[in-house]
Nanobody, 120 residues
Framework: QVQLVESGGGLVQPGGSLRLSCAAS????????MGWYRQAPGKQRDLVAE???????NYADSVKGRFTASRDNASRTLWLQMNSLKPVDTAVYYC??????????????WGQGTQVTVSS
């Protein structure tokens, strides 16, 4: 019954910007840490950014200074603002969250992914 729905992906030119959203819904009691991961074809899924429930963030070195993760606990929404995009940023981006359900069961949840393509 818990879902993470991602949106905002698309095609953008190098140097452009894109903002991804991830909305959590369902029988949720609370949400702990959340994060963004990405996976390029033939590559493993790597952490892009993580953010605690209090808003503390950590970023992969490759995106530091260009990407910004944020969240609103009231709306249960996670964002990733991506600026100065590079072709190497091309990947499927996945939202992740540690969620405690109303049944007090804590699990790791993933969105279905949204494609980001950076190309001329």
């Amino acid at each position: 019954q818990v879902q993470l729905v991602e949106s905002g992906g698309g095609l953008v030119q190098p140097g452009g910007s894109l903002r991804l959203s991830c909305a959590a819904s369902g029988s949720i009691f609370s949400i702990g840490a959340m994060g963004w991961y990405r996976q390029a074809p033939g590559k493993q899924r790597d952490l892009v950014a993580e953010i605690t429930s209090g808003g503390s963030t950590n970023y992969a070195d490759s995106v530091k200074g260009r990407f910004t993760a944020s969240r609103d606990n009231a709306s249960r929404t996670l964002w990733l603002q991506m600026n100065s995009l590079k072709p190497v940023d091309t990947a499927v981006y996945y939202c992740n969250a540690q969620i405690t359900t109303r049944a007090l069961w804590r699990d790791d949840y993933w969105g279905q992914g949204t494609q980001v393509t950076v190309s001329s």
